[in-house]
């Protein structure tokens, strides 16, 4: 019980901490880029995920780590990097828009439905090994990464998500 009690308490404050950053130092800035430029670090922050292939790795993880989370998370992940990294890749075209609006659908699918496969397998939080670190540190910041991918991606094109005059009026 109490093992469960601390792994989600450090997704909660993971989620606080980082939703913190995000409020106060990054949507402050990228609020006024345009689309592309706004998308183009959170993109390649999501390139990343192919860390969750660690959870195919022996000893990084416990033997005993159920294999329908490992296999689901891991594939999950690397198509989700692959998918960021194709948005990247074509972000000067509306191509590139529609690349970052079917990475960011199966992007934050894939991270539900990992928190779903770790509850249906019974997962233990021990069972993660090292990789501990991905669900509790990494997880919530891809969540609000693809929160305000939403956002960003629902701006006109050239526009940036608020102008200077209405920055200016707000303040």
Known sequence: MLEQLAFFGSIAFSCLAWG????????????????GDALRPLLTLHSFRFLGLAFF????????????????????????????LLSLLFLRSGTGVLFAWIFNV???V????????ANATGLSPGQLGATYFIPTLIVPLLLITHGLM????????S??????????HAR
């Open 57 to 84: 790795v022996p000893g990084v993880v416990s033997p005993d780590l159920p294999w329908a989370f490992a296999a689901s998370a891991a594939f999950g992940d690397i198509v989700a990097a692959m998918l960021a």
């Open 150 to 157: 939403v956002r960003v991606l629902l701006q006109h094109q």
């Open 110 to 117: 894939d991270l539900v439905n990992a928190f779903y496969q």
């Open 159 to 168: 526009q940036p998500a608020l102008r200077e005059t209405q920055l200016s």
């Open 106 to 108: 199966w992007g934050s």
């Open 20 to 35: 913190t950053v995000f409020a106060q130092y990054v949507w402050p800035e990228l609020r006024l880029r345009p689309r």
